[in-house]
Protein backbone atom coordinates (compact mmCIF):
# COMPACT_ATOMS: atom_id res chain seq x y z
CA UNK A 1 0.00 0.00 0.00
CA UNK A 2 1.29 3.54 -1.15
CA UNK A 3 2.25 6.31 1.78
CA UNK A 4 -0.33 9.14 1.83
CA UNK A 5 1.34 12.22 0.21
CA UNK A 6 2.06 14.98 2.82
CA UNK A 7 0.15 18.57 2.50
CA UNK A 8 1.54 21.14 0.35
CA UNK A 9 3.25 23.93 2.63
CA UNK A 10 1.32 27.19 0.77
CA UNK A 11 -2.40 25.54 1.54
CA UNK A 12 -1.27 24.94 5.59
CA UNK A 13 -0.01 28.34 5.71
CA UNK A 14 -3.62 29.65 4.04
CA UNK A 15 -5.37 27.93 6.49
CA UNK A 16 -3.11 29.76 9.27
CA UNK A 17 -3.44 32.93 7.92
CA UNK A 18 -7.57 32.56 7.44
CA UNK A 19 -8.11 31.14 11.34
CA UNK A 20 -5.17 35.07 12.38
CA UNK A 21 -7.48 37.25 10.14
CA UNK A 22 -11.16 35.77 12.05
CA UNK A 23 -9.79 36.00 15.21
CA UNK A 24 -8.60 39.42 14.68
CA UNK A 25 -11.94 39.92 13.24
CA UNK A 26 -13.25 39.16 16.20
CA UNK A 27 -11.14 40.88 18.50
CA UNK A 28 -12.45 44.01 16.66
CA UNK A 29 -15.93 42.98 17.04
CA UNK A 30 -15.28 42.56 20.69
CA UNK A 31 -13.72 45.52 20.78
CA UNK A 32 -16.10 48.24 19.17
CA UNK A 33 -19.39 45.96 21.28
CA UNK A 34 -17.28 47.21 24.37
CA UNK A 35 -17.03 50.76 23.54
CA UNK A 36 -20.39 51.37 22.10
CA UNK A 37 -21.57 49.83 25.97
CA UNK A 38 -19.34 52.61 27.53
CA UNK A 39 -20.48 55.04 24.67
CA UNK A 40 -24.25 54.43 25.74
CA UNK A 41 -23.26 53.88 29.79
CA UNK A 42 -21.48 57.52 29.28
CA UNK A 43 -24.41 59.07 27.36
CA UNK A 44 -26.93 57.33 30.03
CA UNK A 45 -25.27 60.09 32.75
CA UNK A 46 -25.37 62.82 30.65
CA UNK A 47 -28.08 65.45 30.96
CA UNK A 48 -28.75 69.36 29.50
CA UNK A 49 -28.74 71.46 32.72
CA UNK A 50 -29.45 74.90 32.44
CA UNK A 51 -26.94 76.93 34.71
CA UNK A 52 -28.25 80.50 35.75
CA UNK A 53 -24.81 82.13 38.20
CA UNK A 54 -25.47 84.74 41.06
CA UNK A 55 -24.92 87.21 38.34
CA UNK A 56 -27.87 86.28 35.91
CA UNK A 57 -25.61 85.23 33.42
CA UNK A 58 -27.09 81.27 31.62
CA UNK A 59 -25.45 79.02 30.18
CA UNK A 60 -26.75 75.37 28.83
CA UNK A 61 -24.44 72.02 29.50
CA UNK A 62 -24.11 68.75 29.42
CA UNK A 63 -23.03 67.45 32.48
CA UNK A 64 -22.88 63.92 33.95
CA UNK A 65 -24.70 62.46 36.93
CA UNK A 66 -21.00 62.02 39.19
CA UNK A 67 -19.91 65.64 38.21
CA UNK A 68 -23.12 67.24 39.54
CA UNK A 69 -22.85 64.48 42.39
CA UNK A 70 -19.64 66.09 43.14
CA UNK A 71 -20.39 69.69 42.02
CA UNK A 72 -23.36 69.99 44.60
CA UNK A 73 -22.56 67.17 47.43
CA UNK A 74 -26.06 65.56 46.43
CA UNK A 75 -26.48 61.27 46.33
CA UNK A 76 -27.48 60.02 43.68
CA UNK A 77 -31.28 59.34 45.48
CA UNK A 78 -31.60 63.15 45.52
CA UNK A 79 -31.29 63.32 41.94
CA UNK A 80 -33.26 61.10 41.12
CA UNK A 81 -36.19 63.03 42.35
CA UNK A 82 -35.15 65.49 39.07
CA UNK A 83 -35.61 62.80 36.47
CA UNK A 84 -38.38 63.89 33.96
CA UNK A 85 -38.94 60.10 33.00
CA UNK A 86 -40.10 59.27 36.68
CA UNK A 87 -43.45 60.39 38.77
CA UNK A 88 -42.58 62.29 42.19
CA UNK A 89 -44.25 64.20 44.31
CA UNK A 90 -43.37 67.73 45.10
CA UNK A 91 -40.78 67.91 47.29
CA UNK A 92 -38.01 70.87 48.76
CA UNK A 93 -35.01 68.82 49.86
CA UNK A 94 -32.54 70.73 52.12
CA UNK A 95 -28.93 69.70 52.16
CA UNK A 96 -25.29 70.66 53.06
CA UNK A 97 -24.18 72.22 50.03
CA UNK A 98 -27.36 72.64 48.28
CA UNK A 99 -31.34 72.70 48.20
CA UNK A 100 -33.13 70.51 45.37
CA UNK A 101 -36.44 71.72 44.49
CA UNK A 102 -39.07 69.73 42.46
CA UNK A 103 -42.35 71.91 41.89
CA UNK A 104 -44.68 71.45 39.21
CA UNK A 105 -42.71 72.11 36.25
CA UNK A 106 -39.26 73.51 38.34
CA UNK A 107 -36.71 70.68 38.61
CA UNK A 108 -33.38 72.59 40.01
CA UNK A 109 -30.71 72.15 42.41
CA UNK A 110 -29.83 75.45 44.06
CA UNK A 111 -26.22 76.12 45.52
CA UNK A 112 -24.47 79.09 47.14
CA UNK A 113 -23.60 80.30 43.91
CA UNK A 114 -25.58 78.70 40.57
CA UNK A 115 -29.16 77.29 40.02
CA UNK A 116 -28.81 74.05 37.86
CA UNK A 117 -32.19 73.69 36.22
CA UNK A 118 -33.07 70.60 33.80
CA UNK A 119 -32.79 72.07 30.60
CA UNK A 120 -36.15 71.37 28.36
CA UNK A 121 -38.17 73.33 26.29
CA UNK A 122 -41.22 74.33 28.43
CA UNK A 123 -42.70 77.94 28.14
CA UNK A 124 -42.95 77.64 31.62
CA UNK A 125 -39.52 77.20 32.40
CA UNK A 126 -38.58 79.57 30.01
CA UNK A 127 -40.81 82.34 31.84
CA UNK A 128 -39.74 80.95 34.92
CA UNK A 129 -35.65 80.91 34.07
CA UNK A 130 -36.39 85.16 32.56
CA UNK A 131 -37.73 85.97 35.84
CA UNK A 132 -35.25 84.27 37.74
CA UNK A 133 -32.60 86.40 35.94
CA UNK A 134 -34.87 89.53 36.91
CA UNK A 135 -35.05 89.11 40.12
CA UNK A 136 -31.17 88.84 40.68
CA UNK A 137 -30.35 91.74 38.59
CA UNK A 138 -32.83 93.74 40.57
CA UNK A 139 -31.21 92.13 43.98
CA UNK A 140 -27.70 93.27 43.03
CA UNK A 141 -28.03 96.40 40.99
CA UNK A 142 -24.25 96.11 40.56
CA UNK A 143 -24.11 93.21 38.50
CA UNK A 144 -26.48 94.37 36.44
CA UNK A 145 -24.93 97.76 35.59
CA UNK A 146 -21.78 96.01 34.80
CA UNK A 147 -23.91 93.39 32.74
CA UNK A 148 -25.91 96.37 30.97
CA UNK A 149 -22.72 98.45 30.34
CA UNK A 150 -20.70 95.75 28.84
CA UNK A 151 -23.28 94.91 26.07
CA UNK A 152 -23.53 99.34 25.59
CA UNK A 153 -26.60 100.69 27.96
CA UNK A 154 -25.28 102.24 30.90
CA UNK A 155 -27.36 103.07 33.50
CA UNK A 156 -26.95 105.57 36.85
CA UNK A 157 -26.00 104.09 39.91
CA UNK A 158 -28.75 104.72 41.89
CA UNK A 159 -32.08 103.00 41.37
CA UNK A 160 -34.97 104.89 43.30
CA UNK A 161 -37.29 101.80 42.51
CA UNK A 162 -35.21 99.58 44.78
CA UNK A 163 -36.29 98.39 47.92
CA UNK A 164 -33.17 99.31 49.84
CA UNK A 165 -33.24 103.14 48.11
CA UNK A 166 -37.15 103.15 49.62
CA UNK A 167 -36.46 101.64 52.61
CA UNK A 168 -33.44 104.34 53.67
CA UNK A 169 -33.22 107.04 50.84
CA UNK A 170 -29.67 105.93 50.36
CA UNK A 171 -27.36 102.60 49.40
CA UNK A 172 -25.96 101.25 52.63
CA UNK A 173 -22.25 100.94 53.38
CA UNK A 174 -21.03 97.46 52.30
CA UNK A 175 -19.99 95.34 55.03
CA UNK A 176 -16.07 94.41 55.51
CA UNK A 177 -17.13 90.99 55.80
CA UNK A 178 -15.91 87.99 54.06
CA UNK A 179 -16.52 88.62 50.32
CA UNK A 180 -18.34 85.46 48.22
CA UNK A 181 -19.01 84.99 44.94
CA UNK A 182 -19.78 86.90 42.13
CA UNK A 183 -18.27 90.12 44.28
CA UNK A 184 -21.20 91.03 46.35
CA UNK A 185 -21.13 91.26 49.72
CA UNK A 186 -23.93 90.88 52.87
CA UNK A 187 -26.07 94.78 53.38
CA UNK A 188 -27.37 94.79 56.49
CA UNK A 189 -28.64 97.62 58.91
CA UNK A 190 -27.99 99.49 61.70
CA UNK A 191 -30.02 96.53 64.17
CA UNK A 192 -28.03 94.24 61.74
CA UNK A 193 -31.06 92.18 60.25
CA UNK A 194 -30.21 91.19 56.47
CA UNK A 195 -32.00 93.14 53.75
CA UNK A 196 -31.44 91.33 50.78
CA UNK A 197 -32.02 87.76 50.64
CA UNK A 198 -29.52 85.57 49.91
CA UNK A 199 -29.26 84.17 46.93
CA UNK A 200 -30.43 80.80 47.37
CA UNK A 201 -33.53 82.19 48.90
CA UNK A 202 -33.80 84.48 45.92
CA UNK A 203 -33.97 81.51 43.76
CA UNK A 204 -36.24 79.78 46.13
CA UNK A 205 -38.58 82.38 46.09
CA UNK A 206 -38.52 82.65 42.37
CA UNK A 207 -39.45 78.38 42.11
CA UNK A 208 -42.33 79.03 44.60
CA UNK A 209 -43.71 81.72 42.85
CA UNK A 210 -43.74 80.18 39.39
CA UNK A 211 -44.96 77.07 41.04
CA UNK A 212 -47.97 79.24 42.62
CA UNK A 213 -48.37 80.87 39.48
CA UNK A 214 -48.73 78.19 37.47
CA UNK A 215 -51.05 76.35 39.71
CA UNK A 216 -53.49 79.42 40.17
CA UNK A 217 -53.51 79.75 36.64
CA UNK A 218 -55.28 76.78 36.27
CA UNK A 219 -57.47 76.90 39.12
CA UNK A 220 -58.59 79.96 37.60
CA UNK A 221 -59.21 78.48 33.73
CA UNK A 222 -61.10 75.57 35.42
CA UNK A 223 -63.39 78.11 37.51
CA UNK A 224 -63.93 79.47 34.26
CA UNK A 225 -65.32 76.28 33.09
CA UNK A 226 -66.65 74.75 35.66
CA UNK A 227 -69.59 77.03 37.10
CA UNK A 228 -71.40 77.70 33.40
CA UNK A 229 -70.97 73.60 32.87
CA UNK A 230 -72.73 73.39 36.38
CA UNK A 231 -75.65 75.76 35.90
CA UNK A 232 -76.32 74.23 32.85
CA UNK A 233 -76.37 70.95 33.85
CA UNK A 234 -78.62 71.95 36.42
CA UNK A 235 -80.72 73.43 33.53
CA UNK A 236 -80.74 70.87 31.34
CA UNK A 237 -79.92 67.14 32.20
CA UNK A 238 -78.41 65.63 29.11
CA UNK A 239 -75.28 63.45 27.75
CA UNK A 240 -73.06 66.11 26.71
CA UNK A 241 -73.62 68.04 29.82
CA UNK A 242 -73.30 65.28 31.97
CA UNK A 243 -69.34 64.53 30.24
CA UNK A 244 -68.42 67.96 30.50
CA UNK A 245 -69.19 67.78 34.12
CA UNK A 246 -66.57 64.34 34.68
CA UNK A 247 -64.30 65.77 32.76
CA UNK A 248 -64.17 68.87 34.69
CA UNK A 249 -64.37 66.95 37.88
CA UNK A 250 -61.69 64.94 36.94
CA UNK A 251 -59.43 67.80 36.65
CA UNK A 252 -60.36 69.27 39.66
CA UNK A 253 -59.39 66.25 41.95
CA UNK A 254 -55.89 66.07 39.69
CA UNK A 255 -55.24 69.52 40.55
CA UNK A 256 -56.34 69.50 44.49
CA UNK A 257 -53.59 66.36 44.89
CA UNK A 258 -51.28 68.82 43.29
CA UNK A 259 -51.66 71.69 45.18
CA UNK A 260 -51.73 69.22 48.37
CA UNK A 261 -48.84 67.81 47.94
CA UNK A 262 -47.18 71.67 47.93
CA UNK A 263 -49.30 72.37 50.82
CA UNK A 264 -47.81 69.63 52.82
CA UNK A 265 -44.66 69.94 51.74
CA UNK A 266 -43.94 73.64 52.85
CA UNK A 267 -45.98 72.60 55.97
CA UNK A 268 -43.52 70.07 56.65
CA UNK A 269 -40.69 72.45 55.76
CA UNK A 270 -42.81 75.19 58.25
CA UNK A 271 -42.99 72.54 61.04
CA UNK A 272 -39.14 71.63 61.01
CA UNK A 273 -36.87 74.29 61.92
CA UNK A 274 -33.48 71.79 61.06
CA UNK A 275 -34.86 71.06 57.79
CA UNK A 276 -34.96 75.28 57.60
CA UNK A 277 -31.90 75.45 58.47
CA UNK A 278 -30.11 73.41 56.57
CA UNK A 279 -31.25 75.89 53.56
CA UNK A 280 -28.74 78.60 54.39
CA UNK A 281 -26.24 77.83 52.19
CA UNK A 282 -24.49 81.06 51.96
CA UNK A 283 -24.24 81.21 55.60
CA UNK A 284 -22.31 77.71 55.55
CA UNK A 285 -20.81 78.66 52.58
CA UNK A 286 -19.46 81.96 54.36
CA UNK A 287 -18.74 79.82 57.95
CA UNK A 288 -16.59 76.91 55.68
CA UNK A 289 -14.49 80.18 53.64
CA UNK A 290 -14.19 81.69 57.31
CA UNK A 291 -12.81 78.20 58.58
CA UNK A 292 -10.61 77.61 55.50
CA UNK A 293 -9.16 81.37 55.95
CA UNK A 294 -8.21 81.03 59.19
CA UNK A 295 -6.60 77.96 59.07
CA UNK A 296 -4.07 78.99 56.11
CA UNK A 297 -3.34 82.02 58.69
CA UNK A 298 -2.59 80.55 60.94
CA UNK A 299 -0.12 77.88 58.93
CA UNK A 300 1.51 80.53 57.61
CA UNK A 301 2.37 82.66 60.83
CA UNK A 302 5.34 82.29 62.96
CA UNK A 303 4.08 80.26 65.87
CA UNK A 304 5.83 78.27 68.32
CA UNK A 305 6.30 74.54 68.22
CA UNK A 306 3.77 74.12 71.40
CA UNK A 307 1.27 76.25 69.44
CA UNK A 308 1.39 74.22 66.05
CA UNK A 309 0.55 71.32 68.64
CA UNK A 310 -1.96 72.21 70.27
CA UNK A 311 -4.19 73.67 67.04
CA UNK A 312 -3.40 70.45 65.14
CA UNK A 313 -4.51 68.35 68.18
CA UNK A 314 -7.14 70.57 70.21
CA UNK A 315 -8.07 69.91 73.60
CA UNK A 316 -12.36 68.26 73.89
CA UNK A 317 -13.33 71.56 74.97
CA UNK A 318 -11.70 73.40 72.35
CA UNK A 319 -12.71 71.60 69.63
CA UNK A 320 -16.03 71.33 71.06
CA UNK A 321 -15.83 75.87 71.42
CA UNK A 322 -14.83 75.73 67.55
CA UNK A 323 -17.46 73.37 66.56
CA UNK A 324 -20.32 75.42 68.07
CA UNK A 325 -18.72 78.76 66.60
CA UNK A 326 -18.69 77.20 62.98
CA UNK A 327 -22.21 74.88 63.32
CA UNK A 328 -24.23 77.50 64.81
CA UNK A 329 -27.68 77.28 63.51
CA UNK A 330 -28.63 80.51 61.84
CA UNK A 331 -32.15 82.40 62.77
CA UNK A 332 -34.48 81.20 60.27
CA UNK A 333 -37.09 83.84 60.72
CA UNK A 334 -36.58 85.21 57.36
CA UNK A 335 -36.81 81.74 55.50
CA UNK A 336 -39.90 81.23 57.92
CA UNK A 337 -41.58 84.28 56.50
CA UNK A 338 -40.58 83.91 53.04
CA UNK A 339 -42.20 79.77 53.19
CA UNK A 340 -45.17 81.29 55.19
CA UNK A 341 -46.26 83.85 52.59
CA UNK A 342 -46.22 81.13 49.37
CA UNK A 343 -47.98 78.78 52.43
CA UNK A 344 -50.81 81.32 52.48
CA UNK A 345 -50.78 81.70 48.88
CA UNK A 346 -51.39 78.08 48.09
CA UNK A 347 -53.52 77.42 51.03
CA UNK A 348 -55.52 79.91 49.35
CA UNK A 349 -55.61 78.32 45.97
CA UNK A 350 -56.47 74.64 47.97
CA UNK A 351 -59.87 76.75 49.16
CA UNK A 352 -60.69 77.83 46.33
CA UNK A 353 -60.54 74.18 44.69
CA UNK A 354 -62.34 73.19 47.77
CA UNK A 355 -64.99 75.68 47.25
CA UNK A 356 -65.33 74.62 43.99
CA UNK A 357 -65.12 70.65 44.85
CA UNK A 358 -68.23 71.46 47.42
CA UNK A 359 -70.16 73.48 44.73
CA UNK A 360 -69.59 70.17 42.16
CA UNK A 361 -71.06 67.69 45.10
CA UNK A 362 -73.92 70.21 45.64
CA UNK A 363 -75.08 70.12 41.88
CA UNK A 364 -74.60 65.89 42.00
CA UNK A 365 -77.49 66.06 45.05
CA UNK A 366 -79.78 68.48 43.02
CA UNK A 367 -78.98 66.32 40.34
CA UNK A 368 -79.59 63.47 42.21
CA UNK A 369 -82.74 65.30 43.90
CA UNK A 370 -83.96 66.13 40.44
CA UNK A 371 -83.52 62.31 38.98
CA UNK A 372 -85.60 61.11 41.92
CA UNK A 373 -88.19 63.72 41.68
CA UNK A 374 -88.49 62.76 37.89
CA UNK A 375 -88.32 58.63 39.01
CA UNK A 376 -91.33 59.14 41.83
CA UNK A 377 -92.70 60.93 39.06
CA UNK A 378 -92.41 58.00 36.14
CA UNK A 379 -93.81 55.65 39.70
CA UNK A 380 -96.64 57.40 40.06
CA UNK A 381 -97.85 57.23 36.09
CA UNK A 382 -97.14 53.51 36.56
CA UNK A 383 -99.01 52.95 39.93
CA UNK A 384 -102.05 54.77 37.97
CA UNK A 385 -101.69 52.59 34.84
CA UNK A 386 -101.80 50.07 36.52
CA UNK A 387 -105.06 50.48 38.38
CA UNK A 388 -106.56 52.52 35.54
CA UNK A 389 -105.92 48.98 33.35
CA UNK A 390 -107.21 46.51 36.30
CA UNK A 391 -110.42 48.80 36.25
CA UNK A 392 -110.66 48.25 32.97
CA UNK A 393 -110.45 44.63 33.03
CA UNK A 394 -113.67 45.09 35.38
CA UNK A 395 -115.32 46.11 32.31
CA UNK A 396 -114.19 44.07 30.25
CA UNK A 397 -115.48 41.22 32.66
CA UNK A 398 -119.15 42.82 32.28
CA UNK A 399 -118.43 42.30 28.13
CA UNK A 400 -117.30 38.90 28.45
CA UNK A 401 -120.41 38.11 30.63
CA UNK A 402 -122.47 39.46 27.93
CA UNK A 403 -120.44 38.07 24.94
CA UNK A 404 -121.36 34.33 26.28
CA UNK A 405 -123.37 32.48 23.42
CA UNK A 406 -126.67 31.89 25.97
CA UNK A 407 -130.07 33.05 24.86
CA UNK A 408 -131.29 34.84 28.04
CA UNK A 409 -134.57 37.76 27.69
CA UNK A 410 -131.97 40.78 28.03
CA UNK A 411 -131.21 39.90 24.41
CA UNK A 412 -134.43 40.52 23.28
CA UNK A 413 -135.14 43.80 25.07
CA UNK A 414 -135.14 47.32 23.71
CA UNK A 415 -131.87 49.26 22.65
CA UNK A 416 -132.17 51.53 25.58
CA UNK A 417 -131.47 48.39 27.84
CA UNK A 418 -128.66 47.72 25.89
CA UNK A 419 -127.68 51.41 26.45
CA UNK A 420 -128.32 51.55 29.45
CA UNK A 421 -125.64 48.67 30.29
CA UNK A 422 -123.05 49.90 28.26
CA UNK A 423 -123.31 53.81 30.29
CA UNK A 424 -123.59 52.17 33.51
CA UNK A 425 -120.56 49.92 33.03
CA UNK A 426 -118.31 52.60 32.07
CA UNK A 427 -119.71 54.83 34.88
CA UNK A 428 -118.59 52.21 37.71
CA UNK A 429 -115.28 52.03 35.64
CA UNK A 430 -114.71 55.52 36.01
CA UNK A 431 -116.21 56.10 39.25
CA UNK A 432 -113.65 53.47 40.66
CA UNK A 433 -110.69 54.73 39.33
CA UNK A 434 -111.38 58.21 40.66
CA UNK A 435 -112.20 56.47 43.83
CA UNK A 436 -108.90 54.77 43.71
CA UNK A 437 -106.98 57.66 43.03
CA UNK A 438 -108.74 59.82 46.17
CA UNK A 439 -108.14 56.91 48.75
CA UNK A 440 -104.25 57.42 47.40
CA UNK A 441 -104.15 60.62 47.98
CA UNK A 442 -105.63 60.79 51.00
CA UNK A 443 -103.37 58.53 52.23
CA UNK A 444 -100.40 60.44 51.10
CA UNK A 445 -101.38 63.59 52.62
CA UNK A 446 -101.96 61.76 55.81
CA UNK A 447 -98.34 59.95 55.56
CA UNK A 448 -96.89 63.73 55.29
CA UNK A 449 -98.92 64.59 58.43
CA UNK A 450 -97.30 61.72 60.66
CA UNK A 451 -100.35 60.45 61.50
CA UNK A 452 -102.44 56.96 60.44
CA UNK A 453 -105.67 57.59 58.58
Not at 63 to 76: D, N, S, V, Y
Not at 116 to 126: E, G, K, R, Y
Not at 373 to 402: P, R, Y
Request: hydrophobic share 35%; net charge negative; proline share 4%.
Amino acid sequence: MAPSSPLHPSADNHARSVQQQQQQFIGRAADQAQAQAQARRKGAGTRSWLIISDTGESRSEGIEKHAIMRRTGLPARDLRVLDPMLSYPSSILGRDRAIVVNLEHIKAVITATEVLIVNTNSPLVFRFVQDLRHRISCAHPADQQKMETESGNSLPLCDCKSPMWKSSGRWPEMDNSFPYKGGRSRTRNNSGVQKTLPFEFTALECCLKSACKCLESETHTLEEEAYPALDALTKRISTLNLERVRQIKSRLVAISGRVQKVRNELEHLLDDDNDMAEMYLTEKFLARSLETTSLKDHESADVPEEDVERLEDPSPSEAFDFDMLTSSKPNVEELEMLLEAYFAQIDGILQKLSDMNEYVEDTEDCINIMLNDKQNQLLQMGVMLTCANMILSAGVVVAGIFGMNIHISLFDSTPAQFNETVIGTISGCIALFLAAILWGKKRIFWQCRGTAP
